[in-house]
């Protein structure tokens, strides 16, 4: 019995594991992408310097994060940019127009959706290992072999605000 259990602990966090990797690859992907992004908008709006700041810093901050909780944080702070970016955008017309742009943008948006199933997958695992850890008598086990819930990739709080958007139109 307590082998099995044992067992089933490892299979159980190794899940978490690659599912945590899904998410780490989807947010490269993302990185990779933001150097591409943001140059394209530096020929139009190379003025807009704080906010392709901002993103460049976010993007450091992201890469950097060494847990869970911290890229959570990080990806949170790196999606405001982004959208700040976005409202930025709304002000360069041949910007919007522009092929390559477009392009990004499509990659963009296609990556963040990989990114939303990869959260899910993960929170789902450490769900499915959490409960292991929790239920007898996996909790006896788990207590014996050093096995401890995971943490999961939980939004910022800000994130449950939406941005306020002012196009200048109610002067």
């Given amino acids: 019995m307590i082998m099995s259990s044992y067992n089933g602990f490892v299979d159980a966090e190794e899940n978490v594991d690659q599912s945590y990797a899904q998410i780490e690859t989807q947010l490269q992907r993302r990185l990779d992408l933001i150097p591409n992004l943001v140059n394209t908008v530096k020929g139009y709006a190379s ?17 950097g994060a060494d847990s869970p909780e911290e ?18 955008v709304e002000n360069y017309p041949n ?8 392009q990004l943008m499509d990659e ?25 850890v929790k239920r007898f008598p ?11 819930a995971k943490e999961y990739y939980e939004a910022d709080p800000s994130a449950q605000e939406a941005p306020e958007v002012d196009f200048g139109g109610n002067e």
């Fill in 47 to 63: 003025h807009e310097e704080e906010v392709l700041t901002e993103i460049s810093d976010a993007r450091a901050r992201l890469a």
């Fill in 71 to 88: 890229t959570a944080t990080a990806d949170a702070e790196l999606t405001g940019a982004l959208s700040r970016l976005l409202v930025v």
């Fill in 95 to 102: 910007l919007k127009a522009d092929k390559q742009f477009t």
């Fill in 108 to 132: 963009l948006a296609g990556t963040e959706n990989r990114i939303a199933v990869a959260r899910k997958d993960y929170n789902d695992q450490v769900a499915v290992f959490n409960r292991k």
């Fill in 138 to 148: 996996g909790v006896i086990v788990a207590n014996i072999t050093g096995f401890d």
